[in-house]
């Protein structure tokens, strides 16, 4: 028998920068922070901000929607970077360093796809930890943290009502007023991947099977240079380095970007980062050379103790590099107050799909999404909770099935990373799909392994579906944008059967 507990405040699902800019915005909140530290300690690049005296948020928008492939809603991408400024001074009020230069001015670098600079870091490439640290320490009596592993959203029969946790075979359900699910990306759902571990989209598939509609699910984005080094998660160079001058070269040193893109080694990241795919499909490699970047070990510490650990000193060896999968523009389709399809439920952070990437994310723009939509998730929350009556129902195999993936999920990253990666085919496509049915049996013996089985079938079928190329999905038997397909993927799958549980 499962653990009742009722909540007098909203219950966020997630204590990266999204679930706690929207703890942050509440009067009172529950935070459910699960055994996985997640994404934003991660993050080595910043956050986007149209912050100099030659930029805009209008100019930031036009950026962000160049490289999200037509996709991108505007008023999404309105909301995100007119919030950016205010967004970047809470951080500071908070108690967020940033860098800055000799007149103590925010420093502002430059990325792929951004024709300003305008990306603040903390410690040169360490944003994603001092955020977290900033976000943290700003908790203050109001925001009560539960440390827990959510394995499904506990339903009535008209709304998401709260979640069930689970530790060994004890099971805690927790019924809120309001559940926002802030749960990350789904990186890990590749065998080469950014992402730590605990990011296979588990949130995501909670939420459609409490009924949620789901959007967007076969764009991925993959990083253009994680460290080929046999490490996983592998090691970020982050692009800030290009930024900074970096240069991506082959074996002999001679530099490729520019037979690809106009802007060479700052073309948009889908773009990079399968000319680097296709060096190494050639059999040629790709190396970042960051050799020209004076004291890049002070300016870099990340990277640098990411190669020192391989043997690698970024200061006078070229770094073998290979893409990677890093962050996930599908999710939960959320409006830009983050509101899904179900009663009861909001989505935030990279588990939503707002529409404000598009196909594909400019960098730098996923912790400032976090803060700016965590902000506007909090507001329209307080306006909208409701104590839930009636019957509560969960997916009845989350009541009993073990949580953890086992070994079955390993063999499923590299289906997912051979065959629905940065260069798809409908043939492999349809591979994929068979080898996840085949070994569906297996998966679905956990939680963690159903989830990523399910996930991985949608974005399957979302890439079979989409017979185009557009920003993160490329299908070499249709490498043409076609104009016809210019609109997003939604699946509306329905709530599953449920049992009754208190
Ligand atoms: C990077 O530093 O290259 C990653 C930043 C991001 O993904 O936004």
């Not at 912050?51 to 991108?72: I, K, M, N, Q």
């Not at 605990?198 to 076969?218: F, K, P, S």
């Not at 990079?272 to 050639?282: E, G, K, L, M, Y």
């Not at 523009?329 to 952070?349: F, Y």
């Amino acid at each position: 028998m499962a653990k009742l507990s009722r909540l007098d405040a909203p219950l966020i699902v997630g204590a990266g920068v999204a679930g706690l800019s929207v703890a942050l915005g509440l009067d009172r909140a529950y935070v459910i922070s699960a055994p996985d530290a997640g994404s934003t300690w991660w993050a080595q690049g910043g956050i986007a901000a149209a912050l100099a005296t030659d930029d805009s948020p209008r100019a930031h928008a036009e950026d962000t929607l160049a490289v999200s492939g037509g996709l991108a809603g505007a008023a999404a991408v309105d909301a995100l970077t007119r919030g950016g400024p205010a967004a970047i001074e809470r951080l500071i009020e908070m108690g967020a360093e940033f860098d800055r230069n000799d007149q103590g001015e925010l420093l502002l670098g430059r990325e792929g796809g951004h024709q300003k600079h305008r990306v603040v870091h903390a410690d040169g490439d360490a944003t994603g930890a001092e955020v977290m640290r900033a976000l943290n320490a700003s908790l203050g009596e109001t925001v009560t943290v539960i440390e827990g592993r959510v394995v499904d959203l506990v339903r009535t029969a008209d709304r998401v009502a709260g979640v069930i946790t689970a530790a060994g075979k004890q099971r805690h359900i927790y019924v809120a007023p309001a559940v926002v699910m802030a749960t990350g990306g789904a990186g890990r759902m590749y065998s080469m991947t950014t992402n730590p571990p605990g990011v296979t989209g588990e949130g995501i598939v909670m939420a459609c099977r409490a009924g949620a509609r789901l959007a967007d699910l076969e764009f991925v984005q993959f990083h253009p240079t994680a460290l080929l080094a046999g490490k996983d998660p592998m090691p970020l160079l982050t692009e800030a380095l290009r930024g900074e001058g970096a240069t991506l070269v082959d074996p002999h040193g001679r530099r490729f970007m520019d037979q690809y893109h106009p802007m060479a080694e700052l073309a948009p990241r889908d773009i990079v980062a399968r000319a680097i795919f296709w060096q190494h499909d050639r059999g040629s490699g790709a190396y970042l050379d960051a050799r020209s970047i004076i004291n890049f070990h002070e300016r870099f510490p990340t990277v640098t103790a990411h190669a020192m650990s391989v043997d690698l000193d970024p200061a006078h060896d070229l770094l073998p590099v290979s893409p990677a999968a890093h962050y996930y523009m599908g999710g939960i389709d959320a409006d830009t107050h983050g509101r899904t399809s179900v009663d009861g439920l909001w989505a935030v952070g990279e588990c939503a799909s707002t529409g404000v990437h598009g196909a594909n994310r400019l960098g730098s723009n996923s912790l400032l999404e976090g803060l700016v939509f965590g902000a506007r998730v909090a507001l329209n929350v307080s306006d909208h909770m409701v104590d839930p009556v009636g019957d509560l129902s969960v997916p009845k195999e989350s009541l009993r099935l073990p949580v953890l993936p086992g070994p079955a999920l390993e063999d499923l990253r590299k289906i997912m990373w051979d065959r629905v990666g940065l260069v798809r085919t409908g043939d492999g496509l349809w591979e994929a799909r068979n080898a996840i049915l085949e070994l569906g049996p297996i998966l679905r013996r956990t939680i963690a392994g159903r989830d990523a089985a399910d996930l991985g079938l949608m974005m399957v079928m979302a890439a079979l579906r989409r017979s185009e190329s557009r920003g993160g999905h490329y299908r070499a038997d249709y490498p043409d944008l076609d104009p016809t397909q210019e609109h997003r993927t939604l699946i509306d799958t329905g709530a599953v059967e449920t049992v009754v549980v208190g």
